[in-house]
Every structure is written in C-alpha cells, then in structure tokens.
C-alpha cells in the first residue's frame, strides 16, 4: 500500500481549519495545514476585526479542546438577547438566567480567535504548518490524494478537509456544483462605542432595508453588523464619522442611548451557499467551503465548529485509513439534518424581515410577541441559538478526545 506523507491535508487555515487542526492536536495523527496567508497578515481573510458570537455550544467544544481558557481573555459575556423589528410592535428577549446557563454566547473578534488558535498550533510535533503556500491542484488515487501547492511542492494524504473558505479551490478543483442564492446586501461591520452600558445585551434589529446586530464587546464597545442593500455599502462607508452614526441611530433607534464613537469599517458581500455535496472521494469539504450563510443568526462559524466537532469524532476512531469511505459516510450523515436545518432557518428570517410588505411586518410582531410571552418557545429558540438541540458529538458534551 501507498505510504502518504500525511494521515490528514487540511487546506485552509482559517477559523475552521485551523480549529480541527487544535481538535485533533493530542492524537496521533499526522496532520499538514495549508494556509496562504500567515495569521498576522492584514490579507489574511478569516482573522479579521469582526465580532463573532460563539454560541455556547461552541464554547463547550472549546472548553474539551482546551482552548477556553485562552479565548475567554478576550471575549465578552452575551447574558440577553433584545429582538426588534423597527416600525412595528413586538419584541423577543431571551436571558441566560431564565435558560439556567452562565452565558447564551460569547462575542470574540476573529483576529483575537486566530491568535489563540495559531499560538496552540505552534510546537506540535504531530502538525506541520505550511504557511505561506496555496493549493493549486489536487489528485485522487485509490488509497491517498495528493496537492500540489504554488511552490510546486506535492504532499499527500489518507484524506483532504477542504477548510478553504466559500470560494474553496478543492471545491472548484473537483468541480463541484453548488446552491447559491445571491441576497443582494451587503454587511457593514465597525466598533460602536455607544452612551449607555451594554450589560452584556445583544441587540438584533430587523429593518426594511435589512437587519442591525450590536454585540457586547469589552470596554463598553459594541460589534456592529448592519446588512445594507448592494449598492448603498459605498456611499455609507464614505459618510463622515458624525453622519455615519446619526444614520446608524435612525435605524438603530436609542436603546443603547446616544451613538458615540465609530471604529474602522468593513463590507462584506453576503450570499447563500451549500455545496452539492459535501464529500467526494477521500475528501470531505467543512465550514465555509461546505456553506456560507448570511450573518443574520451570527450561526455561520458555528455550524462549522459542529463540522469540526463531529470529524473529529469520527477520525479519532479511524480504523487506520482516515479516508475510509464509511468514516466520511457517517460523517455526512451525522452533519447534513443541522446544516440543512441552520441553512434554512437563516435564509427564512432573511427572507422575513428583509422584507416592508405590511403583512409580514405585522406577522412578525405577532411572531415576537408570542415568541416573547410563551416560555416553551423561547426556550426553543434560545436552545436553538446555543446550538444545543442536535445529537452531540464528544467535543461538544465536554469529552476530550
Ligand atoms: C460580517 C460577518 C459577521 C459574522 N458573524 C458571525 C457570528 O457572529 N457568528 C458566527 O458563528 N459566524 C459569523 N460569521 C461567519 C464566519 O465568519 C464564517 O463562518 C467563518 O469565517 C468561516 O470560517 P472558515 O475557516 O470556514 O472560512 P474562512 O474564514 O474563509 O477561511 C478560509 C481559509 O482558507 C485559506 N485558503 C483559501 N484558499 C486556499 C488555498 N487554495 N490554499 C490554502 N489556503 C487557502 C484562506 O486564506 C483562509 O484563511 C460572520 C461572517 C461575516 C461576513
């Protein structure tokens, strides 16, 4: 038999890649990480200025990880949830203190996330880091798969994990097809640092030209997202820092009192995506490159967490070929129900309250209210924002593997 270089490739060394890479760092398997860009670059895509919410299933899968610890340095507590629909009546708040848990999330810049993920990385004999280099092209064979990297170097393996991010190159290397639907907004993300304390409220507000997160950061800031029509992102990143909060505010309206500071702003292009498949022959595609989703949830890298949490479930087990075709089988399995359910919940609210048509804004008061006053529903749905309703792999129940 072909004897591989590596048991494990994982291309892309971003927040997902590089979090499997820390799952499986105490096994013995022989890992390569493939990453274009170095973590510290400003062109490195995933560890950028925005705020992520980690919901606190992920929190648990970091906490088996041993990874929690660090991370929690820098991030900030989420104890409510405060949704609103502007112009219209109702409003769904959830408390960590009626779901009986410390926290219903944890927000973390994902430069912060990278540097802790990277610094776990480093000295592990079982992981080679190969960094700067990027994937050019890609080989399958009946027992290994090989890369060619733009240096020209070729490294195989039992098994590939596309963690390459939405535009994926082994995606497009086999010649996947992919669901994509185009939502025409654009995200806005900047620190807000606003008059009155935050307290560790999460505000998400729906608006006609789309929805306004603000996250709870530490020294009082907040980690805004703010969806925009396509077309309308460059004049707003343009606006002086006094007209860009005033605008902020119309929509925003005062419950964080008066807007005050703005830091850097960004955009980001938001659209739809779900890989056809999500495994092909000893390759198997996660996070981003399998589905990308409107930030809207803030639920995009956690269900690629749960990717992570569930591979690395079933590769600890391997029974010395990591790229048997049951492992991947069951790997599917196990993942598509929570990646169709999540991808579907969060294109429907998309659809719902992107919307001005009168009726759906009253339907969604309706919704808030009830979802407000009925506590078996906003249990559900706080479960459901902690990603803690599905079957849960090791990581995720607090095992360590
Ligand atoms: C505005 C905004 C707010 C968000 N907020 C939240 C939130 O609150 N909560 C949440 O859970 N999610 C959130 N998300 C989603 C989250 O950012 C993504 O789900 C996450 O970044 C996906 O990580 P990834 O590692 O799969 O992909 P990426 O972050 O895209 O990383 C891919 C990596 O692969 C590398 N790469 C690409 N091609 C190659 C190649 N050919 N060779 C080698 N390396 C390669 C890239 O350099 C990159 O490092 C948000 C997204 C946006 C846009």
Known sequence: MFKADFDLIIVGGGMVG????????NSDLKIAIIETFPASSTQQPSYDDRGIALSYGSQRIFESIGLWSQLTCHSTVITDIHVSDRGHFGVSRL???????????????????GIVLNKALEKQKNIEFICPAKVVDLQQYPDHVAVTLDNQREISAQLIVAADGVNSTIKHLLGLGSLEHNYNQTAITANITPERAHNGRAFERFTDSGPIALLPMSDNRCSLVWTVQTGDETAILSLSEQDFLSRLQDRFGYRLG?????????AYP???????????HRIVLIGNAA?????????GFNLGLRDVAALADVL???????????????????RLQDQDNVINNTNTLVTLFSNDNPVLGHLRGVGLTLVDALPVAKHWLAQKSMGLDKKQPRLARGVKL
């Open 95 to 113: 408390s960590a203190q009626t779901e009986n848990v410390p926290a219903l999330g944890q927000v973390i810049t994902a430069r912060s996330m």
């Open 316 to 334: 600890i087990d391997h029974n010395g070929d990591c790229g048997d075709a049951r492992l991947l089988h069951d790997y599917k399995d196990w």
């Open 258 to 266: 008066k807007l005050l500071k703005v830091g850097q702003r960004n």
């Open 291 to 299: 589905h990308s989703l409107h930030p809207i949830a803030g639920q």
């Open 270 to 280: 938001l659209k739809l995506m779900q890989a056809d498949q999500a495994i092909q």
């Open 18 to 25: 590089a979090s499997l890479a820390c799952a499986l760092k």
